[in-house]
């Protein structure tokens, strides 16, 4: 455990005159710690995420090193993929992700790829990105689910309008896993486009209960103006423990002051149950309403614990 953070501590050390730059010390431990010297694989996967976290375009040949051997560990692989995705100043490293997402490769290597490809924000992996997500097959075979659950959040990092088609297309489709239809509505809040509404407010009528407490959440990120009052009619729908708390959170969200009413409906009613009067608490915590102050502090004075 403290050889994992101390690799990530090493990765994110930053040079004493300039706060941009990576600490040459630091970069030059990662660099040349030696397999030999590593004994558990989370302690090597965690110096590759850290060579990634250190933003030196000089780690890149590791990271391609590692990406490009199908000999290594499929996780260490995956764990190069996601590395990738913060060296922005490399032009290979896009090249090299999207020819794994394209290869026969092990879906963890080709999910973390599509990641990395959004944090990356290359707008030009959007037409592959979608055809992972949308087309649904690979050589005739059903593409896993897992590879496309990425696919959607990487497209949702990239937030342009072409990433929102595409994002639209799996919306509208009778998309059956759970998985993908969560990262879908999840990458549509992620875009914090106004744009965004009207096709993540049908998951809010999801036949998953989470999903529904998720689409709340991100169609408060899109800051619509109507997204309070559909939150709310959601939330007096919903019949679900799975979804009221992330609905109540969604209000906090919206920054409207409609949300505030409700929520101190919600945290003053003794008879709602306590991780509810929490998540109102959460929400009008992120509304900064201090009139919430006396009511909270008598919810704890009054606990039994």
């Known amino acids: 455990g403290i050889a994992v953070c101390a690799a990530i501590g090493l990765g994110k050390a930053r040079d004493p005159l300039s706060a941009t730059l990576t600490s040459a010390s630091a970069l030059n431990i990662l660099q040349t710690t030696t397999p030999r010297e590593v004994r558990y694989c989370c302690v090597k996967n965690n110096i590759l995420l850290a060579l990634g976290f250190s933003r030196d375009v000089g780690a890149a040949q590791i990271i391609k090193d590692v990406l490009q051997s199908k000999k290594e560990p499929v996780l260490l692989r995956a764990y190069a993929a996601l590395a990738a995705g913060y060296i922005s100043a490399d032009p290979d490293l896009?090249?090299?992700?999207?020819?794994?997402?394209?290869?026969?490769?092990?879906?963890?290597?080709?999910?973390?790829?599509?990641?990395?490809?959004?944090?990356?924000?290359?707008?030009?992996?959007?037409?592959?990105?979608?055809?992972?997500?949308?087309?649904?097959?690979?050589?005739?075979?059903?593409?896993?689910?897992?590879?496309?659950?990425?696919?959607?959040?990487?497209?949702?990092?990239?937030?342009?309008?072409?990433?929102?088609?595409?994002?639209?297309?799996?919306?509208?489709?009778?998309?059956?896993d759970t998985d993908v239809r969560s990262a879908v509505v999840v990458a549509l809040g992620m875009m914090e486009l106004p744009e965004a509404r009207d096709i993540i407010v049908p998951f809010l009528q999801d036949r998953t209960?989470?999903?529904?407490?998720?689409?709340?959440?991100?169609?408060?990120?899109?800051?619509?103006?109507?997204?309070?009052?559909?939150?709310?009619?959601?939330?007096?729908?919903?019949?679900?423990?799975?979804?009221?708390?992330?609905?109540?959170?969604?209000?906090?969200?919206?920054?409207?002051?409609?949300?505030?009413?409700?929520?101190?409906r919600i945290l003053e009613n003794e008879k709602t149950r306590d991780l509810l009067r929490s998540a109102a608490a959460i929400g009008l915590g992120l509304l900064k309403d201090t009139s919430a102050v006396p009511v909270i502090v008598n919810i704890l004075k009054n606990a039994k614990i």
């Open 94 to 176: 896009p090249k090299l992700l999207k020819a794994i997402i394209a290869d026969k490769d092990d879906a963890e290597v080709r999910s973390c790829a599509c990641l990395a490809l959004g944090n990356l924000k290359d707008t030009t992996a959007v037409p592959i990105l979608g055809k992972v997500l949308n087309f649904g097959e690979r050589d005739g075979k059903k593409e896993a689910p897992s590879v496309r659950a990425f696919a959607a959040l990487a497209l949702g990092r990239l937030g342009t309008k072409e990433a929102l088609s595409e994002l639209k297309k799996c919306a509208q489709t009778t998309e059956k």
């Open 209 to 264: 209960m989470v999903i529904r407490g998720l689409a709340a959440v991100s169609l408060a990120q899109t800051k619509d103006k109507k997204a309070c009052e559909l939150i709310i009619e959601a939330l007096h729908r919903n019949k679900s423990n799975e979804a009221d708390g992330l609905m109540a959170i969604a209000l906090g969200l919206t920054g409207q002051d409609k949300a505030k009413e409700e929520l101190h």
